[in-house]
Antibody, heavy 127, light 108 residues
């Protein structure tokens, strides 16, 4: 059974960089059949996709965050990571990692839905 | 960017009754739509993908329908564990993958 677990600091100062890691267990992050994504949820609000990566190092970023986001894969550790720079209070949220699966088209997976999700990590931006 | 709009924001339903949730896309997403359930303090759980395919382990009382720009999630007979927030998400035009703002299903 695939499981994902987020880890990282729960408090980040304004203007600094938020860094989170997602550890995948029960499956390989190197599988070519899946992508891996980050989604966040501000307290009491909805879901916002942040970025997605693949073991091939293909990455996609939300245009609204693209200038500040880096998502990367560490196949040796079966982990993927999120870095968000120049954070402000507006970046306070629960950050989720998730497997980003989808349908195959001409033998290539097209990332679609998110399943399963990690439990989430609350990151507060405050001095 | 495709904007997903869910209605209503809150749905009050009695246990055992049917719940019908709507999701509208700002442009066609074909059948590339997923539904999620989120309970307080928990991550979202995938219910439906490809507009109408139930994910593994999801009870048959959950069903999805629609295509293009109009979609519906129906819960045929609400159980106590179904009171939660439900989100739709499109994956036809990306990036970005986008979510609706959610519909809260509460006990009437």
């Amino acid at each position: 059974q695939l499981q994902l677990q987020e880890s990282g600091p729960g408090l980040v100062k304004p203007s600094e960089t938020l860094s989170l890691t997602c550890t995948v267990s029960g499956g390989s992050i190197s599988s070519r059949s899946y992508y891996w994504g980050w989604i966040r949820q501000p307290p009491g609000k909805g879901l916002e996709w942040i970025g997605t990566t693949h073991s091939s190092e293909t990455t996609y970023y939300n245009p609204s965050l693209k200038s500040r986001v880096t998502v990367s894969v560490d196949k040796s550790k079966n982990q993927f990571s999120l870095r968000l720079s120049s954070v402000t209070a507006a970046d306070t949220a629960v950050y989720y990692c998730a497997r980003h699966g989808g349908n195959f088209m001409i033998g290539v997976v097209m990332p679609g839905w998110f399943d399963p999700w990690g439990q989430g990590a609350l990151v507060t931006v405050s001095s | 960017e495709i904007v997903m709009t869910q209605s209503p924001a809150t749905l009050s339903v009695s246990p055992g009754e049917r719940a019908t949730l709507s999701c509208r896309a700002s442009q066609s997403v074909s059948s590339y739509l997923a539904w999620y359930q989120q309970k307080p303090g928990q991550p979202p759980r995938l219910l439906i993908y490809d507009a109408s395919t139930r994910a593994t382990g999801i009870p048959a009382r959950f069903s999805g329908s629609g295509s293009g720009t109009e979609f519906t999630l129906t819960i045929s007979s609400l159980q106590s564990e179904d009171f939660a927030v439900y989100y739709c998400q499109q994956y036809n035009n990306w990036p970005p993958w986008t979510f609706g703002q959610g519909t809260k299903v509460e006990i009437k």
